[in-house]
């Protein structure tokens, strides 16, 4: 099991680059999750699943889209990149009946 | 917003118990208590969680006051791998699930 893997771990982008970060896990969870994390402040919820094909906005969406065609991916996409999306994403999914969430392990965006 | 009140900080000495409180006065009557934390810049890790009695894992244990408007997390022999910022949180365990962060409590294990 490699749990929730995330790529890149590190990007640049210039202002106004699109790009998308991918999420994949391997647990067979319904629920899917996408955070962001700034300097020294916790994680915010920006979009989450509840299964394949079903998506719905967090607390900070604006600015991404999401999509959710396999159990397995949810990727995130940014399309026009700004400064004030520089931060940490997470990923992370959890089962039907589970009571924790999984995390990965970050992707690093620095938009420049 | 998050729903709950941390020290931002506290230290702690390597082999003694760490305990780290959290408020959280308006929890509704089927919200948990859950605890993660974040070793250096990795992704948050699952610690424990309760509702109203108290719990305890290979981890941690997790005592929730009677009026579960407050609970302390334990870490009973604390070790530098210790080290980590904790997040409480409260929120309802089934359903989506939208975990609200705060900031944590930025916990220092000294040697």
């Known amino acids: 099991n490699a749990g929730v893997t995330q790529t890149p771990k590190f990007r640049i982008l210039k202002i106004g680059q699109s790009m998308t970060l991918q999420c994949t896990q391997d647990?067979?969870?319904?629920?899917m999750y996408w955070y962001r994390q700034d300097p020294g402040m916790g994680l915010k919820l920006i979009y989450y699943s509840v299964g394949a094909g079903i998506t719905d906005k967090g607390e900070v969406p604006n600015g991404y889209n999401v999509s959710r065609s396999t159990t397995e991916d949810f990727p995130l996409r940014l399309e026009l990149a700004a400064p004030s999306q520089t931060s940490v994403y997470f990923c992370?999914?959890?089962?039907?009946?589970?009571?924790?969430?999984?995390f990965g392990p970050g992707t690093r965006l620095l938009v420049l | 917003d998050a729903k709950t009140t941390q020290p931002p900080s506290m230290d702690c000495a390597e082999g003694r118990a760490a305990n780290l409180p959290c408020n959280h006065s308006?929890?509704?009557?089927?919200?948990?208590v859950y605890w993660y934390r974040q070793i250096h810049s990795q992704g948050p890790q699952y610690i424990i969680h309760g509702l109203k009695n108290n719990e305890t894992n290979e981890m941690a244990s997790l005592i929730i006051t009677e009026d579960r408007k407050s609970s302390t997390l334990i870490l009973p022999h604390a070790t530098l791998r210790d080290t980590a910022v904790y997040y409480c949180i409260v929120g309802i365990i089934q359903g989506a699930q939208k975990l609200v962060f705060g900031q944590g409590t930025r916990l220092t294990i000294n040697p």
């Open positions: 992370a999914s959890r089962g039907d009946r589970q009571e924790t969430q999984y």
């Open positions: 647990m067979n969870h319904n629920y």
């Open positions: 308006t929890i509704s009557g089927n919200e948990y």
